[in-house]
Each structure stands twice: as C-alpha cells, then as structure tokens.
C-alpha cells in the first residue's frame, strides 16, 4: 500500500512559477515510479511528467517540456515538479500516481494503482 500526498498548488500569474510536492510513504519513491498527471476543468485527467523506476530517467509530456522538471528526494521520500513560464492552460487539479508497471505504460492513468487526493494549480491570465 501507498499513500500520496501532495501539496504546493496555489493561485499565481501567468509566467509565474510554483513548486509542487508529493510525499510518499508505505514505499520508497526509489522503488516505484511516481507520476504527476493533471485535470484540467471539463477536461480527462492527462500525464504531466514521471521518473521511471527502472532507469530513474524522466519523461515529459510535450506540453510541459521545457518549463516543468520532476525531481526525487530519496531522503524525503518525496518527488517534486517544479513549473516554470505558467500559462493559463496550465490551471488544473494536479494528482500524483505511484506504478510498478512497465514503461510503456508510464503515460496512461489506467497504469497507475495509487494517487494522492490533488492540489489545485490556478494560473490567471
């Protein structure tokens, strides 16, 4: 079992940056791979950014790439995503989601087994 938790989410401007956590316990962020994927309002829940387990490489979704970067804490137990250059596009509820699937898999929801409750993330034009 795995629990999430994540925190950070806020109201900021455009072009603004914000940091968000997310503090595991139960396993090693290590030993699983953890996820950030986001739900914007009337929209699917969509894969932001993960460090994969097997290789602890990180993968972007190409939204994002360029101005967000997820980062492990080991020590913490934490995985953070720090976003930079906000747009409005950007405003959703954003989860984090643990997996010990393959790495096929790493983009899709059904994937994951575990996620936290979400933070919200506003960014105002």
């Known amino acids: 079992q795995v629990q999430l938790v994540e925190s950070g989410g806020d109201l900021v401007q455009a072009g603004g940056s914000l940091r968000l956590s997310c503090e595991a316990s139960?396993?090693?962020?290590?030993?699983?791979?953890i996820a950030w994927f986001r739900q914007p309002p009337g929209k699917e829940r969509e894969f932001v950014a993960t460090?994969?387990?097997?290789?602890?490489?990180?993968y972007y979704a190409d939204s994002v790439k360029g101005r967000f970067t997820i980062s492990r804490d080991n020590a913490q137990n934490t995985v953070n995503l720090q976003m930079n250059s906000l747009t409005p596009e950007d405003t959703a509820v954003y989860y984090c989601a643990s997996t010990n699937g393959v790495l096929s898999a790493i983009r899709t929801v059904s994937a994951y087994n575990y996620w936290g409750q979400g933070t919200q993330v506003t960014v105002s034009a």
């Open positions: 460090i994969y387990r097997g290789n602890s490489h990180s």
């Open positions: 139960g396993r090693s962020v290590r030993a699983t791979t």
